[in-house]
């Protein structure tokens, strides 16, 4: 089950950060969000958030750098083995921390909330079961 939740933790940041790489500004922070996955991760990490221009920029810098080491551990060898799984988390939470330390801290506040808020990677996107 552990397994599972990391891998779908994993999934969500490569959904994210592909997402983002392909719209550009889909899912950036502090633009109305546009649908997929990216869009959904932003408007939850940001909500009740503002971020200045500045802010924009450092997130989006932060963002990229990581969609880009996904995307190189993906082609490694995909999620196959738990030890990718396991840097794709550490991946993830990495860009959370990277992303909190451009925030004040009132925002800071606010996006731990928000974090912790999220739902657990893989809730609701269960497929079917065959009967």
């Known amino acids: 089950m552990k397994a599972m939740r990391i891998l779908a ?23 109305p969000p546009q649908g997929g996955g990216a869009g959904r991760m932003n408007e939850m990490l940001f909500k009740d958030i503002t ?44 860009q959370y921390a990277d992303i909190r330390a451009v925030l004040t801290a009132e925002q800071q506040v606010v996006f731990d909330k928000n974090v912790a808020a999220m739902p657990a990677p893989g809730m609701g996107r269960r497929p079917p079961t065959r009967r």
């Open 9 to 31: 933790a994993a999934m969500l940041v490569l959904v994210a950060t592909t997402v983002q790489a392909q719209g550009g500004a889909a899912g950036a922070p502090g633009t």
């Open 51 to 94: 971020l200045t221009p500045e802010q924009k920029t450092k997130v989006d810098s932060i963002q990229t750098a990581s969609r880009e080491a996904s995307r190189a551990l993906m082609q490694a060898g995909g999620m196959q083995d738990s030890t990718t799984r396991a840097k794709m988390t550490e991946l993830r939470t990495k």
